[in-house]
């Protein structure tokens, strides 16, 4: 097996997009630019599906749920799981260059999105093997005399599945695997500047596994219509998505007409509180290298710093030293571990939230530009806001940038009431030396998770989700297994 280390460079992926077990190109011949955010080089091209591609997919979707086994054959999907999962591993120095190539996520940091969701696929098939379909649910006394009830778990349906750019591979994974394994047909949509993620998935489907045709879908587009089309069509039974809370709303209301099951991962400000009580030195350098790692495009990201007035300046300091000595740059060089914005739009959004927050009155204490010896790619300097009004829109707006805003507060009850001043609800972070208190913070915070002392709750055995306007239901754990499940009740004679 060739290591990244030997072989390293852009990779161009597939430009085709796979629909009813045909790869192929969009009727019209049209394709779009990928390109390289480090390099700011086209890396190659992909098929600009369009809405009647899509709809021939669902249709494909909905034939093979309708008229094959596969909802009702668990060996047979184990046995293509199994086939993906042995065939992710063969591409997998393939799917890491398709993936640094199209994010400019920097090598050093991409076992999570690759290794990861490899891992995660013979998770679920081993999870969906072992899941109990039929289960008892005892003898109930009704007025007609006693009824046995059993639960019998089936698969939703047609699924759509949506992603975002920031981590292609991983998200394509967690949302389609899942579904695949609880015996669903699904039609994946990935974001317009990750597409090759997207059809390197359906080519190796294609090529190396036995799903049948119909049975996973990928429609590779740039327009936004194509993913709406999806979310719209009536003989989609369910959307799974991962994205901006904004189009979360959009997806929610195109479903509405034929209600549509809808499972919802949107957009995070999380809060870090950090007690008085802290170790400073343990919580706040890795802080500041969770808000580089990924460029700062994480919906998870604690990108609000809420720090006790007693400990302020010392807590911004340690940031400080942090950030000014990150290693930023090609993503391709395993010293790096912060790579380019995605786009120069999202160079251009960052820079703009970073300027509203100076203009709101934060104090800029580093960073805030363009790295000087990085004048070509995507790149932003590790950023830190200090004196953040928690009311302005950099303390309100999710970033998705290596920024992080620092807001003073006095007692635990003030820390609490700033952290759940956000229309968001996806994560949150608690450091303390006392871990009952911190415990008890935790719990006072509305949000899906907490993670206490830099122990993740993120992980496939538990269940993630948003409150508030930062989603709906969960991935990963039972919960995120069930998602993709109609829970349907039988009551029978004992
Ligand atoms: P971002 O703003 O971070 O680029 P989005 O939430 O806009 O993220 O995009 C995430 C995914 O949603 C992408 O695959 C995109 O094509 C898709 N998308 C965008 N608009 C719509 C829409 N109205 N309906 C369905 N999908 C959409």
């Known amino acids: 097996m060739t290591s990244v280390q030997d072989e390293t460079g852009v990779l161009a992926g597939d430009e085709r997009m796979l629909i009813d077990g045909e790869l192929q190109h969009t009727s019209s011949g049209a394709t779009f630019d990928v390109i390289h955010p480090a390099s700011e080089e086209v890396a190659g091209q992909a098929t600009d599906g369009t809405v009647a591609d899509m709809e021939r997919a669902v249709g494909a979707a909905r034939r093979a749920f309708d008229q094959t086994d596969w909802s009702r054959d668990l060996d047979f999907r184990y046995h293509c799981l199994t086939q993906l999962h042995e065939a992710f591993e063969r591409n997998k120095e393939h799917l890491r260059r398709v993936l640094i190539t199209e994010v400019g996520c920097p090598v050093k940091v991409t076992g999570s999105q690759i290794e990861s969701p490899i891992e995660e696929v013979k998770h679920w098939a081993e999870h969906g093997r072992n899941f109990e379909y039929l289960a008892d649910n005892g003898v109930h006394e009704t007025p007609m005399g006693p009824a046995r009830r059993k639960i019998h778990y089936e698969p939703v349906g047609v699924v759509g599945a949506i992603t975002p750019w920031n981590v292609p591979f991983y998200l394509n994974v967690a949302e389609t695997i899942p579904a695949l394994m609880a015996g669903n047909t699904v039609v994946l949509k990935p974001a317009q500047l990750t597409p090759w993620s997207g059809s390197e998935y359906g080519r190796i489907v294609a090529e190396e596994t036995d799903i049948p045709a119909g049975v996973f879908n990928v429609v590779v587009s740039n327009a936004n219509e194509v993913g709406a089309a999806l979310s719209a069509d009536p003989r989609v039974d369910m959307i799974t998505f991962t994205g901006s809370t904004a189009t979360g709303r959009a997806i929610l209301a195109a479903g509405a007409p034929t209600v549509k099951k809808t499972l919802l991962e949107l957009g995070g400000k999380s809060a870090h509180i950090v007690l008085d009580d802290a170790d400073f030195n343990m919580a706040l350098p ?49 010293n790096n571990m912060q790579g380019p914005q995605i786009s120069e739009g999202q160079r251009q959004k960052v820079l703009g939230l970073i300027q509203s927050g100076i203009d709101s009155g934060a104090r800029l204490v580093t960073g805030g530009g363009i790295p000087e010896h990085l004048p070509t790619g995507y790149y932003v300097q590790p950023t830190l806001l200090a004196d953040v009004d928690p009311d302005s829109q950099v303390a309100q707006e999710e970033i998705f940038g290596p920024v992080l805003s620092v807001i003073p507060y006095e007692g635990d009850a003030e820390a609490i009431a700033i952290a759940n001043n956000s229309i968001y609800g996806l994560s949150g972070e608690v450091s303390g030396g006392d871990l009952d208190r911190a415990l008890e913070v935790a719990k006072r915070m509305r949000t899906g998770n907490v993670t206490i002392n830099g122990k993740s709750h993120f992980g496939i055995n538990s269940p993630f989700g948003g409150t508030k306007q930062s989603g709906l239901g969960y991935r990963n754990g039972e919960e995120g297994y069930k998602e993709y499940l109609e829970a349907k009740t039988i009551g029978m004679p004992e």
């Open 286 to 334: 890795m802080a500041a290298l969770m808000a580089c790692v990924m460029s700062g495009q994480s919906c998870i990201l604690p990108s609000r710093i809420l720090l006790p007035r007693s400990r302020y300046d010392e807590g911004i300091e340690i940031m400080k030293n942090m950030m000014e000595n990150f290693p930023v740059g090609d993503p391709w060089d395993p």
